[in-house]
């Protein structure tokens, strides 16, 4: 049996409970780390696939706003030519109706000239209904901006740089000058210079 004075007697131990072999513990730190590493590449593959698929999202979006472009500049004027093409088959008919009316004279040449009045009414409202305007400043003030003046000449009636006749009209496009018109303006010269 063994002495109470005996188990006291034993010296303690300075060593703690077993601790497990080292390779033991680093085992479940390597695959935590390996499933780390796995996840983060699988992220980076998924990241690098995003990328490329914007990448390709961004080059046809770019290509199909080219395509769009290159249509609209090179279809863009097909409204104005549709609505052109009544004014053509009109000058057409009245030039065809002018040849096999010719011989009964001034009759035939007042037709043609009325057939052409009304021929150029059509195609003023076809530019007009297209966003193009004339510009036909007679009594107005020269503006550089919308008028060339081609020369002046003296006019006692009417003050000086305002448009007495209109050359060539000009035209506006949507309100941007697209010709403009060229004018003959009253010179600035004194009017009438007293007598004494």
């Known amino acids: ?19 497990p072999p080292a390779a033991e513990t680093e085992a479940p730190l390597i695959d935590t780390r390996e499933a780390e590493i796995e996840a983060l ?12 698929r914007e990448r390709a999202d961004q080059d046809n979006l770019r290509k ?16 104005l030519v ?13 030039l065809d109706a002018a040849k096999a009316h010719e011989a009964e004279g001034k009759q035939a040449l007042e037709q043609f000239i009325a ?15 297209n ?6 400043p007679v009594g107005e003030k020269l503006d550089p901006e919308r008028h060339q003046a081609l020369s002046a000449i ?10 007495l006749h209109v050359a060539q009209k ?15 303006v009253a010179d600035g010269a004194q009017k009438n210079p007293p007598q004494s």
Do not use: C, W
């Open 82 to 94: 549709r609505d052109l093409l009544p004014v053509l088959d009109s000058l057409t008919l009245g």
């Open 131 to 136: 966003g193009i305007t004339e510009i036909n």
């Open 41 to 52: 590449t699988a992220q980076v593959a998924e990241l690098k696939n995003a990328v490329l």
């Open 1 to 19: 049996m063994i002495d109470d004075e005996m188990i006291h007697d034993v010296p303690p131990s300075d060593e703690s409970p077993a601790a």
């Open 115 to 129: 057939g052409s009045a009304m021929t150029l009414k059509l195609l003023l409202e076809t530019l007009e209904k």
């Open 64 to 79: 199909r706003f080219e395509r769009e472009k290159e249509s609209a500049l090179k279809y863009g004027s097909e409204k």
């Open 170 to 184: 000009g035209y506006l496009l949507n309100g941007r000058v697209i010709r403009a018109a060229q004018v003959i």
């Open 154 to 163: 003296p006019s006692p009636d009417a003050e000086p740089n305002t448009i």
